[in-house]
């Protein structure tokens, strides 16, 4: 979602902006860490953060209700209901086959990279993909949350991410 973007924002639910940076990314994953000084924030908006709690996708039940919060078509925030449909569903997407969870909510572009939370707050996933066209309505995925937090905590934990490039040739005692 972020890798093509020429300049990166984050909106707070206090409605304030600031400019953030994009520090490392596994795009197999489809998963992106962006940073934002906290020197950039006021104390306003910091007293709003709250750190979201983390669920558990191995209860997750097919029928559960879930909510998929994101920024659907670029118009603000959105949320949207709907049930889990199926788990571990095996999904060839353009960057590789993953097992996801599958929802009837609504994830429209802008929602991908969005919040798939169970019923009482927990982050059960992180929204990925929709599939569309003749036939198709309601299926949306998302990569589960014990998937997704070992990829964000690796990314997380590295250097700001810079543009290397590289000739691939090596040396060797000839």
């Known amino acids: 979602v972020v890798s093509s973007a020429d300049s990166l924002t984050v909106q707070y639910i206090d409605e304030t902006t600031a400019d953030a940076t994009l520090k490392s990314q596994d795009t197999s994953a489809d ?7 906290l020197s950039s924030l006021s104390a306003e908006t910091l007293g709003e953060i709250k750190v979201i709690t983390l669920g558990n996708p191995e209860e997750l039940k097919v029928g559960q209700q879930v909510v998929a919060i994101g920024n ?89 991410q810079e543009n290397h490039g590289y000739l691939g040739i090596s040396g060797a005692n000839v």
């Open 31 to 37: 998963i992106a860490i962006v940073t934002v000084p």
């Open 72 to 160: 659907a078509l670029g118009y603000g925030r959105s949320v949207t209901t709907g049930i889990i449909s199926a788990l571990d569903r095996e999904v060839s997407l353009s960057n590789g086959t993953r097992k996801l969870i599958q929802t009837d909510a609504a994830i429209n572009p802008g929602n991908s990279g969005g919040a798939l939370l169970d019923m009482d707050g927990n982050l059960i996933g992180i929204n990925e993909a929709k599939l569309s066209g003749g036939g198709i309505e309601g299926m949306g995925y998302a990569i589960p949350i014990s998937v997704a937090q070992p990829i964000m905590d690796n990314l997380m934990n590295k250097d700001v």
